[in-house]
């Protein structure tokens, strides 16, 4: 077992440090304050071709491990959980899903444009009265000769406002349950598709959140992603993707919120001496040190799997329920070090606090991975 980085992804490594550093890291807060997209740094990493990273290489992309995909998913977080958010919904939950089981049609339509950020992708399954338990979803797909006709809404969206292209999932058959479930393509010019932006939320504000609107959205057929029916498998299998870049985003943050915590603690001056060099403050430092590397190796272990191409939900799961919950203590105990500084917007650890508390609601509650462990542990039937 290997722990070096191999010398393609030590350049990824350093090539985002550099990134995050000047073209993130400065910005984050003013997003955050202004609850504003950052156009501009997604334009860059189109340019730098940050998007394409774990993409195929035959369709605009670099075709990187996922140990590098890990790498670029923890240095964004480590800068901002916005553009972290952005960047999995992007390429894991979308692009990845399209290059799994798009046509070649649909493949050369949107992944060169989407390796490049010029086209920016979001995904639709959570609804109003359907997160968790997916295949309860109420949209609904009719066919209509070459077409079908796509009537209901979605949820919590990232990226809903921005996107060029929506993966929705819609019921094809309202009585067959999970198996009635179809993935579809759908643009954002399509007549009856429309957004709604949600506004004031806690955290993860300069990224775009929504809601989808649709009124007889007319899709040719063309646009089904995958065979009628297979929906819900095709969200379970992407969801194992996008997991993995939230639980390796934790890892940023959190890391990132070390980082100001240690800065802080040797700079601050109580009872004659740097708190530093207090033996409970060190107690915290060391907690949150020793928590971050579980969660990063969990990571890499999950990683590890994924790059040999067999299944890896268990691993998944793990990273993510593990990191999402990490994420929180560590920036939890980041304002413990800060004191009460730490809850003032003066320093970054505030926004990470607020930005972490997500990580454990979206991808799958942390509820929702321990059902999938335990189900997998004890071999029996998953119901997701």
């Keep these: 077992m290997n722990f070096d980085y191999t010398p393609e992804q030590e350049a990824v490594k350093g090539m985002m440090e550099e990134f995050t550093s000047k073209e993130i890291t400065p910005y984050a807060a003013q997003w955050d304050r202004e609850e504003a997209f950052p156009w ?15 993409l195929p290489e035959e369709y605009g992309g670099s075709g990187l491990d996922n140990i590098s995909h890990a790498i670029v998913a923890e240095e964004l977080g480590k800068g901002c959980s916005s553009i972290r958010g952005i960047y999995s919904v992007q390429v894991s939950l979308v692009a990845k899903t399209i290059a799994a089981y798009g046509t070649e049609e649909q493949k050369k339509r949107y992944l060169p444009g989407m390796a490049m950020g010029s086209i920016l992708g979001c995904f639709g399954l959570t609804e109003p009265n359907s997160g968790s338990d997916a295949a309860s979803m109420s949209t609904t797909a009719v066919e209509d000769g070459d077409y079908y006709l796509l009537n209901g809404g ?24 999970a198996r009635g479930i179809t993935a ?24 775009n959140t929504g809601e989808i609107i649709l009124d007889n959205a007319r899709i040719p057929k063309s646009s089904v992603l995958g065979k009628i029916g297979k929906g819900f498998g095709i969200a379970m299998a992407t969801l194992d993707n996008g997991r993995y870049t939230v639980a390796a985003g934790c890892v940023g943050s959190a ?18 001496k740097p708190i530093a060099a207090h033996q409970l403050v060190q107690q915290l430092i060391s907690d949150m040190a020793v928590d971050i590397e579980c969660g990063r190796l969990l990571v890499y272990k999950a990683g590890h799997v994924k790059n040999k191409g067999v299944r890896s939900t268990r691993e998944v799961s793990m990273a993510k329920y593990y990191c999402s919950e990490m994420v ?25 606090y607020r930005d972490a508390r997500i990580n454990t609601l979206y991808e799958g509650t942390s509820q929702i991975q321990q059902l999938i462990i335990g189900n997998l542990e004890l071999g029996v039937q998953a119901f997701v």
């Design 40 to 54: 501009d740094a997604v334009k860059k990493m189109g340019q730098l071709g940050i998007f394409g990273t774990a």
């Design 328 to 352: 929180n203590r560590v920036a939890y105990k980041a304002i413990q070090v800060f004191g009460g500084y730490g809850f003032s917007g003066e320093y970054p650890v505030e926004r990470i």
């Design 154 to 177: 979605k949820m919590w969206i990232t990226n809903a406002g921005v996107a060029d292209v929506a993966l929705i999932f819609a019921k094809t058959d309202k009585n067959a349950g």
């Design 184 to 207: 579809f393509l759908v643009d954002k010019d399509t007549p009856g598709f429309s957004t709604r932006d949600i506004h004031e939320k806690m955290g993860l504000r300069a990224s």
């Design 255 to 272: 890391q990132a919120a070390l980082d100001y915590a240690k800065k802080y603690a040797k700079e601050r001056i109580q009872f004659g």
